[in-house]
């Protein structure tokens, strides 16, 4: 079917656009089939440091089948915008231009609660996680709880301690707070100030923190710093780019959306000549 020269160029950049799309989809499908047929490569990574703690190889199987699901959905996508453009497929093109149609109304319509919720979350999110440290947290570096792990994770990266301050630990039913020498901890180990954050990550039990822990102060300690307040700053520093990324998304599926009903048209219009 011959169409005019700017429906051409609109038939090569939906092409040219869906095949990375594609494309993307085949590796991201090759990287989890793999993942998930080398089960011994997964089981190496919970030799290091204190993983063996952790169900690590649960959770990168998990992560791998996401990562199954999302590449063929991305293939299937592709297929339609590729194959709909180059075959100037009518059906094809309006499946894939419904699709992202639907995507589109989907992530708007996140966003808009997100928006409208966001006040309500926040207020209700502190009694949560403070609630969740006095029935949960134990304050051990090789914990194998998952919460107690998250707490301590972000204690270290954000420089910060417990969700308003160190006192939010005073209920913690599961921490022992009684240390070697005897004495009482007033604060969790990650409350305390790190010489080297990488260490921690590594192996969090060899990390060296500094000795604050009966006698916390602004040099030795983040006793005073709330995690709640260091998240939500960091992320406030960082949603100029989030927010930037998401409106290149979304532009560029209003022109693939364009696009597609453009060929669409010229098609209609080649039929009617």
């Known amino acids: 079917m011959a169409i005019g020269c700017g429906a051409s160029i609109v038939k090569i950049i939906l092409f040219v656009v869906n095949f990375i799309f594609f494309f993307l989809g085949i590796l991201a499908v090759a990287l989890g089939i793999t993942a998930i047929v080398k089960n011994s490569a997964l089981e190496v990574l919970t030799q290091f440091g204190d993983a063996e703690n952790y169900d690590v190889t649960s959770l990168l199987r998990t992560g791998a089948v996401v990562l199954i699901v999302g590449g063929v959905f991305a293939l299937v996508v592709g297929f339609l915008g590729c194959c709909?453009?180059?075959?100037?497929?009518?059906l094809m093109l309006q499946i894939y231009a419904g699709i992202i149609i639907?995507?589109?109304?989907?992530?708007l319509t996140a966003t808009i609660i997100a928006i409208v919720f966001t006040s309500d979350v926040t207020s209700k999110l502190k009694p949560i996680l403070l609630e969740r440290i006095d029935a949960k947290y134990d304050g051990k570096l090789n914990t194998g709880d998952a919460f107690t792990l998250g707490v301590n994770f972000a204690q270290v990266k954000f420089d910060c301690c417990g969700v308003n301050n160190y006192t939010d630990f005073d209920g913690a039913k599961n921490w022992n707070k009684t240390l070697s020498d005897?004495?009482?901890?007033?604060?969790?180990?990650?409350?305390?100030?790190?010489k080297d954050k990488d260490s921690f990550y590594d192996n969090p039990s060899s990390a060296k923190f500094e000795n604050c822990q009966t006698t916390p102060s602004d040099v030795n300690s983040n006793y005073k710093k709330g995690c709640y307040s260091s998240i939500y700053d960091y992320a406030k520093d960082n949603a100029a780019l989030v927010i930037g990324v998401g409106i290149t998304i979304v532009i560029a599926q209003v022109f693939c959306i364009f696009f597609a009903c453009c060929l669409i048209r010229a098609m209609k219009d080649q039929l009617n000549m």
């Open 84 to 90: 709909g453009a180059w075959k100037m497929h009518k």
């Open 102 to 107: 639907i995507i589109l109304i989907i992530e």
């Open 182 to 194: 005897g004495s009482t901890a007033s604060l969790p180990i990650t409350c305390c100030k790190i």
